[in-house]
């Protein structure tokens, strides 16, 4: 049984950070990319990064260069977002996502249920 488990979300105020999980099972992520994407009220998803399974990390938007980071723990088959600095406008769902074809390039096979993270003072 494939699945992914996003955990981490909550309520911060502005200029704070938060730690984003994903939890894998039913299979290893270890040969996987793994991609963090987000949904904010009103607009379309948005990728937001990406490890492969060789470890290349690529960050899209400008909005979450210098701010966002994402990392792979293979041992406990978990990825997690690390966000910095959070603004108000960082305000959406937050989904991990894995596809087997583990470059990060090609399209997602799993998708979480996602977990909301939410920026107000």
């Known amino acids: 049984q494939v699945q992914l488990v996003e955990s981490g979300g909550g309520l911060v105020q502005p200029g704070e950070s938060l730690r984003l999980s994903c939890a894998a099972s039913g299979f290893n992520l270890d040969a996987y990319a793994i991609g963090w994407f987000r949904q904010a009220p009103g607009k379309e998803r948005e990728g937001l990064s990406c490890i492969s399974s060789k470890d290349t990390i690529t960050y899209y938007p400008d909005s979450v260069k210098g701010r966002f980071t994402i990392s792979r723990d293979n041992a406990r088959n978990m990825v997690h977002l690390q966000m910095n600095s959070l603004k108000a406008e960082d305000t959406a769902v937050y989904y991990c996502?894995?596809?087997?074809?583990?470059?990060?390039?090609?399209?997602?096979?799993?998708w979480g249920k996602g977990t909301l993270v939410t920026v107000s003072s």
């Open positions: 996502a894995a596809t087997s074809i583990g470059l990060c390039s090609r399209g997602m096979m799993y």
